[in-house]
């Protein structure tokens, strides 16, 4: 099982909604990353798990709040939301933070606040 | 000027033709990845590299670490190899997981 899966796919919600992103892993991937992707742009880096423990937040507002409830999951929990973060969120897992493995990234899901 | 340089930024190509897609870097780094994207979709890692040249398929990758440079190749190409293909560093000074992506290279092949 080499698949990362994001759900849901789509999503759209109002600036006062409280919802959230799932990512979900089997390959024993102990580094899960969330990124941020505008149109038209490359990826932004915003949370770096590494064994369930997070390793990075990119200046990321607190209306974005992750999760790593166990090794095989990763959650984005989104609260009171702007227009502007409209865009698409790609969940990737690596062997390590370690930079040297490959990348596995899902599908993406793709978030639109009204 | 970025730390990755993608060249060209659109590329339009006729089927079965051979295309390069190329990235310089100026950081020094310990992976890059090559990656393609397809409209509206997620992202698939087509090879990783840290030293030489690898192939699948169709695709060959190489990598020049003195001259800070990588070339990804497409032999035969073919519509739907039309995407997206960006081109990402893993900063060798950090461990952090923190990749440096380039602008990305917008490939079409025409039939």
């Known amino acids: 099982d080499t698949e990362v899966t994001q759900t849901p796919k789509h999503l759209v919600m109002g600036m006062t909604n409280k919802k959230s992103l799932k990512c979900e892993q089997h390959?024993?991937?102990?580094?899960m990353y969330w990124y941020k992707q505008k149109a038209k742009k490359p990826p932004e880096l915003m949370f770096v798990?590494?064994?369930?423990?997070?390793?990075i937040n990119e200046s990321v507002p607190s209306r974005f709040s992750p999760e790593c409830p166990n090794s095989s999951l990763l959650n984005l929990h989104l609260h009171a939301l702007q227009p502007e973060d409209s865009a698409l969120y790609l969940c990737a897992t690596g062997r390590g933070t370690l930079n040297t493995g490959e990348l596995f990234f899902g599908e993406g899901s793709r978030l639109t606040v009204l | 000027k970025n730390e990755v340089e993608q060249s060209p930024q659109n590329l339009t190509a006729q089927e079965g033709e051979f295309i390069t897609i190329n990235c310089s870097y100026s950081?020094?780094?310990?992976?890059l990845h090559w990656l393609q994207q397809h409209p509206g979709g997620g992202i698939v890692s087509l090879f990783m590299l840290s030293s030489g040249k690898k192939k699948h398929g169709r695709l060959i990758a190489t990598i020049n670490i003195q001259e800070k440079h990588s070339s990804l190749h497409i032999t035969a190409s073919h519509p739907r190899d039309s995407a997206v293909y960006i081109c990402a560093v893993a900063d060798g000074s950090s461990n952090t997981g923190k990749l440096i992506f380039g602008q990305g290279t917008t490939l079409q092949v025409k039939p």
């Open positions: 950081v020094g780094i310990s992976a």
């Open positions: 798990y590494s064994y369930e423990k997070l390793s």
């Open positions: 390959m024993g991937h102990r580094a």
